[in-house]
C-alpha cells in the first residue's frame, strides 16, 4: 500500500510544474495593479501603424469600429498570439523575459447583404 502511494507521489511531483502569475509583462509595477494594458487590435491593423477606425475591408475584421461589420462579404475568423522580449537589469543583476500567450479570437459574418448588416463576436484580453 505504502510503495503505490509513494509511486503516486513521485509520478505527480515529477509532472508538477511553477505557475507564476503576471508572467506577460516587462513591467515590475504590474503585480500591484491589473498589469499592462493590451491594445485591442489585430494583427493587421497592428501590422499598419495601429490604423483602425479609417479600416474597412470586405474580408477582414476591424472591432475597433463596429460600423465596417455592414461591408463583410463573407464569414471571416481570426485568431493571433503575442510574444514579448526583453531585458531588465538593475544594479543588482539582469533578467532576460521571453513571453507568449494568446492574443486574440475574432468571429465576424454577414447578417443581410441587402441591408448592409454584419456581426461579430471574440476574445481578447484585456490587460497582461
Known amino acids: 500500500m505504502y510503495s503505490k502511494a509513494l509511486r503516486l507521489l513521485l509520478i ?10 503576471q508572467n506577460l509583462t516587462k513591467s515590475p509595477y504590474s503585480s500591484i495593479g491589473i498589469g ?6 489585430n494583427a493587421t ?13 470586405p474580408f477582414e475584421l476591424n472591432y475597433q469600429n463596429p460600423a465596417s ?7 471571416c ?10 531585458k531588465l ?12 500567450s494568446f492574443g486574440y479570437l475574432s468571429l465576424g459574418f454577414p ?16 490587460s497582461s
Open 36 to 41: 499592462d494594458l493590451a491594445y485591442s487590435a
Open 69 to 75: 461589420y455592414g461591408s463583410l462579404l463573407q464569414t
Open 111 to 126: 447578417v443581410s447583404k441587402k441591408l448592409k448588416w454584419g456581426a461579430a463576436f471574440g476574445l481578447l484580453p484585456f
Open 45 to 57: 491593423q497592428v501590422a499598419m501603424g495601429r490604423l483602425s477606425q479609417g479600416f474597412r475591408k
Open 12 to 21: 505527480t511531483a515529477f509532472f508538477v510544474q511553477t505557475v507564476a502569475a
Open 89 to 100: 537589469s538593475s544594479n543588482a543583476g539582469s533578467s532576460d523575459l521571453n513571453n507568449g
Open 77 to 86: 475568423y481570426e485568431a493571433g498570439g503575442i510574444m514579448s522580449v526583453g
